[in-house]
């Protein structure tokens, strides 16, 4: 498996603190079956981007870790004004590997509507653009219409693993889930910020998947797509988005209010396992030219 966004360069961000924390973060994911993470440090207004740090300490890793896990460097990249101005002046700076694939995060209370000139403007600057985990975002709990707005206009999306069974709450539990059940998931990451308030669970989200939606699926969101997004390489087809060209509304809202009324039950419940769902030659072929 390919993680690819994890917090694990430590001293830069709010990820791991220390050296320790990193090496153990590396060798929990290592131990759950995961050969290659994307070291992913915030580029925000508490957390500035320090490129001769975060290079220093990705090479320190790297060299730390060899034989265990490969590394590649990324970033979680907020949608502030300074931070895309300097990714277009740059390009592909930010980017995972410097190849393209870019990690964005928006504001989590208010998304105002130049966000969408701001994906504009990167994706005209060479980057393919990944959602990272929507269904966090108050903002996008309130106005779930806004990621099928980013999905038409070629974003792609991350969900966090730990969501899918419940670890953010339920209403984050319900949006995940509806999102894996209509196709509108391309990755599953951890997040992860510590080794033991924060770990990296990916196996737990890979195995909810596979149980799901099919082991053809869970492949796809955590070898295969992931796979295109460290080497840079063109998008592989993918199952139909399911109600996305139709603008059909999500229905999470109401899978939420089932999920509290079940006492010590998460989750999907009757999903259609085994399945993954759609045709390869929809929405994402047409609009990728894949």
């Known amino acids: 498996m390919i993680d690819i966004h994890q917090h694990l360069i430590y001293g830069v961000d709010d990820g791991a603190p220390d050296l320790q924390a990193s090496l153990d973060m590396a060798r929990l994911s290592a131990d759950e079956g995961v050969t290659h993470i994307v070291c992913t440090p915030h580029a925000n207004d508490e957390h500035s981007y320090n490129v001769p740090l975060i290079e220093q300490r990705f090479a320190e ?5 060899q034989g265990l896990v490969e590394l590649s460097l990324g970033c979680d990249f907020h949608l502030t004004a300074d931070n895309v101005h300097d990714a277009v002046t740059n390009p592909l700076r930010f980017s995972i590997g410097g190849k393209g694939y870019l990690l964005i995060e928006f ?3 208010v998304i105002p509507r130049s966000m969408n000139d701001a ?3 990167l994706q005209a600057a060479g980057y ?5 985990h929507p269904e966090r975002y108050p903002a996008v709990l309130r106005q779930p219409h806004l990621l099928g707005e980013w999905m038409r206009n070629g974003c792609l999306v991350q969900v966090t693993s730990g969501s899918l069974y419940g670890r953010f709450g339920k209403a984050q539990e319900a949006f995940a889930n509806e999102l894996l059940e209509r196709n509108w998931v391309h990755f599953l990451a951890t997040d992860a910020h510590h080794p033991i308030w924060r770990p990296p669970h990916l196996k737990s989200g890979y195995e909810y998947v596979a149980k799901r ?3 053809e699926t869970a492949i796809r969101l955590c070898e295969t797509n992931p796979r295109a997004a460290v080497k ?18 999500l229905q999470f809202a109401d899978r939420a209010a089932t999920q509290r009324s079940k ?3 998460s989750g999907r419940g009757n999903a259609d396992e085994g399945s993954d769902g759609g045709t390869k030659t929809g929405f994402w072929s047409r609009l990728f030219g894949k």
Not at 61 to 65: A, C, N, T, V, Y
């Open 213 to 215: 939606r099919g082991e």
């Open 128 to 132: 393919t653009l990944i959602v990272t």
């Open 232 to 249: 840079g390489a063109p998008w592989p087809e993918q199952p139909e988005a399911e109600g996305l060209l139709e603008n059909v509304p």
């Open 107 to 109: 504001p989590w209370q």
């Open 119 to 121: 994906i504009s403007r």
């Open 61 to 65: 890793l790297k060299e730390r870790l």
């Open 263 to 265: 006492s010590g039950r």
